[in-house]
């Protein structure tokens, strides 16, 4: 009993995971139909603005204020991965709307820069960054099942982030404007919307939420300059699944990775689990080759 | 056709091929041992290009999986070098795992033809795999690379993983001699740079048949657009299988002579990175040419060889750099910039390009 | 009357759902060898939707479509479809633009399409007169090493047609085949249709009632997916249903023309 409930307990902890990390990548992807292979980079410059907000906080406030930091630092990291995918949106994704797999290798160019980048600034081994001490220990569920107040942590900002995103998109003029660029490009344009304007909001705000993925990785270990290499193809794999241009596809999506990651780790031994997770991504693809919740419309290819 | 004449810019062609054979050839008298083995990786690596240019420049599709292939190759033979190492005992790392006998899937790798032909099958039959599992439900484009990465990572993954059977993150090594020869010594080493040169110019005529015969203009017909080539009568998936299957024996190919010049097979050297940098190859050449895939690869391993060394930093800056202005201004790549001076009227248009989510038909 | 036997496209209640809307129900349609036949109706009346199923591009919700009185090619997959001699021509030209005109044709003649007969294939004399006399025929001669790509909208279409004979299809879909076209082009491919109707049958969905009137063939009219009317082009003008659905659109669509 014990074991089944930490088990799922870890499965929804790592689902939650890739869902943060995929929801940018929904934006992205899905909606824009951009590859964006510098997500992970934006992940790991979320997690670098997290690891800079603390040495502030250590070097510049009392220390009775330190444990609030992390509160600052998921709008820091939003911000700044919302900045950089500005940016990034002007300089060089512009261009390659409508070359899905030219966007992937100009923006893997991105990803190696960025990571040099941080090796040249932060140093090439990882760093630690310390977490609030209000989310050490955990709730004990039962005898042998805690769970870890970290986790459950990383739980909730992603329902908050999953709501936001949702009023956002379905709720607000502006996630209307968003949708209406996204369905129909030409008509929105008639109808007087800046699409540019709203293609590069898009964008930066699927590279903020990648920021803060990059805060809440964070609390799970050291961070380093390759962080986001580690997470960007099963991110990647999270979107395919779930098929493009739906939130519900998503989340089901890192919910079924997450828990069969778990399951299979658990039955057979990490590197076997991976390989019968992608075996079961690859036949659930027969099934459905357009992923899980594929927009069916009349125009194919 | 009419394009058997033999017109001076023809002779000039294959006045250039013959150089370049004769070139390649007769490196072994001008370069050092040093230069050689170098340059016979780098020949290793364009045979990787050329059948990545396959299946990408002629028939659309990118793959980020190549490195699995190529390592597959270079495991094969990998294991057959460790094999004839270790003599009569298991090879070393078995034996720190505690392993007591050699594992059955070892056993057959003791015969240098066995390892020789699973080095280019296998890759071959698992790329046959993959794509009678995604092309034929028509799972393309993006799909089909971010499988190809996926298929990267849980590769090494599980190499990694099953350290007992293969080595782990050292990866295969301490390999001594080939058929009794040893394969530091200089002699092997140049009959091993002839063998890697016979190889590519036996791929480059394998590859240059394939795209110039009709197989090769529907490979093209199913780039610009796979549905029309389909309602003409074409079944694409099994020519998209061919290819990739084509692609993927000749990755295996060259990995198994990277490992005689390099002598040693780890799971980094077919991770991620080592995969989107096979196609940087491809790109920086020119996509959709033979030569200028073959030509990337051998140049930009050169300009790693040069500068990754001393200056690692800013080689990886220069990478990065190289794959945005490559893909944003020179989408035909270096060939392409040569071709463009030359013959106006060739620029790319916006069809070439494989629509996705809009309709093309 | 041995009406059956020369049937050689026959659909039968064919229906057609995208998501629960109905695009066409319950459809018949019985084409002749050596048959012309129109298909005309209102827009999202349901025609190219009815020429998807005949090529296999969508599969029908229900219903069938046999193919030379025996096979139910609803079962079937496009190239399957498109091998047995159903040939079909999209509405946008839809032509391989960076393979030469000539290519084009090569790859879109009649032949063993495998991967290992394409591999072995060499162009046989007749195959390349064929080509060229094809060539002739769409006019376009002297363009025949161009990249098609770099045609005109009306070549490119002319193009698709010629590569629609070579591939020597028993039945022939076009859609729109003179949709953007000037008038000597209009014209030209008319003379074309007319030449190709003497061997084959064919069906086209065509809007420019000018352009239908030209041929003395039958004509079907579908509405919201439904079969409303089949007959000579007289009686087509004659009805007085036809004339409902038809001018309800024609206003509107002039309307939009003299806004836009």
Redesign the interface.
């Known amino acids: 009993m014990e074991v089944i409930l930490s088990q799922i307990f870890n499965g929804l902890s790592i689902s939650s995971i890739l869902l943060l990390i995929a929801l940018g990548l929904a934006i992205t992807f899905g909606l824009m139909n951009v590859i964006n292979m510098a997500h992970g980079e934006l992940i790991m410059v979320g997690a670098y603005a997290t690891y800079v907000t603390q040495n502030l906080f250590n070097d510049y406030l009392p220390a009775s204020l330190f444990n609030w930091y992390f509160v600052l630092a998921i709008p820091v990291s939003f911000l700044i991965a919302f900045l950089l995918g500005l940016v990034l949106e002007a300089s060089l994704i512009r261009f390659l709307y409508g070359r899905p797999l030219d966007s992937l290798l100009a923006t893997w160019g991105v990803a190696l820069m960025l990571q040099q980048l941080a090796r040249t600034i932060f140093g090439a081994p990882n760093v630690a960054v310390k977490s609030p001490t209000w989310l050490d220990g955990g709730m004990t569920l039962m005898t042998g099942v805690v769970l870890p107040y970290k986790r459950l942590f990383i739980i909730g900002l992603v329902i908050v982030t999953l709501l936001a995103m949702f009023l956002y998109i379905y709720r607000s003029h502006a996630g209307r404007r968003m949708r209406a660029v996204m369905q129909n490009r030409e008509m929105a344009s008639c109808l007087g919307i800046s699409t540019r304007r709203v293609d590069a909001l898009t964008f930066a705000i699927g590279s903020g939420i990648a920021g803060i993925a990059g805060c809440a990785l964070t609390l799970m270990g050291p961070i380093g300059p390759a962080l986001g290499t580690y997470y960007i193809v099963d991110a990647f794999m999270v979107v395919v699944l779930g098929g493009v241009g739906k939130l519900v596809g998503t989340i089901i999506g890192a919910t079924g990775i997450g828990m069969f990651n778990t399951l299979f780790e658990f039955w057979t031994s990490a590197s076997l689990g991976k390989v019968l997770v992608f075996v079961c991504i690859v036949a659930f693809l027969q099934w459905r080759p357009k992923g899980l919740v594929a927009m069916r419309s009349r125009s194919l290819d | 056709?009419q394009l058997k004449r033999l017109t001076p810019q023809r002779l000039y062609i294959l006045i250039g091929y013959a150089v370049a054979a004769t070139a390649l050839f007769c490196a072994p008298l001008y370069l050092s041992d040093f230069r050689l083995n170098l340059l016979a990786k780098f020949l290793a690596f364009a045979i990787v290009a050329l059948g990545l240019d396959l299946i990408w420049g002629y028939t659309g599709i990118?793959s980020l999986g190549h490195g699995v292939f190529f390592g597959l190759g270079a495991y094969a033979m990998g294991m057959y070098l460790k094999l004839e190492a270790s003599g009569t005992s298991l090879p070393d790392f078995m034996g720190w795992s505690g392993i007591k006998a050699l594992p059955w899937f070892w056993k057959p790798f003791e015969s240098f033809a066995f390892a020789a032909a699973a080095g280019i099958l296998l890759p071959a039959l698992l790329a046959l795999g993959?794509g009678y599992?995604?092309f034929r439900?028509?799972?393309k484009?993006?799909?089909f690379?971010?499988?190809t990465?996926?298929?990267v990572?849980?590769t090494t993954?599980?190499i990694?993983?099953?350290q007992a059977f293969t080595g782990g993150t050292n990866g295969l090594t301490g390999f001594r001699t080939i058929f009794g020869e040893s394969l530091g010594s200089a002699d092997t080493k140049r009959m091993l740079y002839w063998v890697t040169a016979a190889a590519l110019l036996g791929a480059f005529v394998l590859c240059r048949f394939?795209v110039k015969?009709?197989?090769g203009?529907?490979l093209?017909?199913i780039?610009?657009?796979?549905?029309?080539?389909?309602?003409?009568?074409?079944?694409?998936a099994?020519?998209q299988m061919?290819v990739f299957s084509i692609s993927a024996g000749l990755a295996g190919l060259a990995g198994m002579l990277f490992v005689f010049h390099v002598g040693i097979i780890s799971p980094s050297t077919m991770a991620?990175v080592p995969s989107?940098e096979m196609?940087?190859w491809v790109?920086i050449g020119g996509r959709g040419t033979l030569i200028g895939a073959a030509l990337g690869a051998i140049l930009l391993n050169y300009a790693k060889s040069e500068f990754s060394a001393s200056y690692p930093?800013a080689w990886?800056?220069f990478?990065?750099?190289?794959?945005?202005v490559v893909?944003?201004f020179l989408?035909k790549g270096a060939v392409g910039l040569f071709g463009k001076l030359k013959i106006p009227?060739?620029r790319q248009?916006?069809?070439?390009?494989?629509?996705?989510?809009?309709?093309?038909? | 009357m041995s009406k059956n036997q020369s049937v050689i496209l026959q659909c039968e209640a064919v229906t057609v759902e995208f998501d629960g809307f109905k695009a066409v129900q319950g459809m018949d349609l019985a084409l002749q060898q050596g048959e012309l036949r129109f298909l005309i109706g209102p827009n999202g009346a349901g025609k190219t939707t009815i020429l998807d199923v005949i090529c296999g591009k969508v599969k029908p919700s229900s219903g069938k479509v046999t193919f030379q009185g025996a096979v139910d090619i609803t079962r079937r997959k496009e190239h399957q479809i498109a091998e047995m001699g159903i040939g079909r021509k999209f509405q946008a030209p839809s032509i391989f633009p960076t393979l030469t005109v000539f290519e084009n044709l090569e790859i879109a003649m009649r032949q063993r399409r495998g991967v290992f007969a394409t591999l072995v294939a060499k162009l046989k004399p007749e195959e390349q007169e064929r080509i060229e006399a094809q060539l002739k025929m769409i006019g376009l001669q002297d363009k025949a090493q161009w990249r098609a790509g770099g045609l005109s909208h009306g070549e490119k279409q002319w193009l698709e047609i010629g590569m629609m004979l070579l591939q020597e299809p028993e039945v022939l879909l076009l859609d729109e085949p003179v949709a953007g076209m000037t008038d000597k082009e209009t014209d030209k491919t008319g003379e074309l249709l007319h030449e190709i109707a003497r061997r084959r049958s064919i069906v086209v969905v065509e809007h420019d009632m000018e352009f239908v009137r030209n041929f003395a063939s039958k004509v079907t009219v579908m509405h919201e997916g439904k079969l409303l009317k089949e007959g000579s082009m007289d009686e087509i003008q004659g009805d007085d249903r036809v004339a409902e659905v038809y001018l309800g659109k024609r206003r509107d669509a002039d309307v939009s023309r003299s806004t836009a």
């Open positions: 056709m990118l993959l599992f995604t439900n028509r799972i484009g993006v799909y690379t971010i499988l990465q996926a298929l990572i849980i993954t599980l990694i993983g099953q394939l015969s009709r197989f203009r529907v093209r017909a780039r610009d657009g796979e549905n029309r080539a389909r309602f003409i009568g074409y079944n694409p099994i020519y061919l991620i989107i196609v940087l790109a930093d990886l800056f990478l990065g750099a190289l794959f945005v893909v944003v989408p009227q060739r248009s916006k069809h070439e390009q494989e629509p996705i989510g809009h309709s093309a038909v």
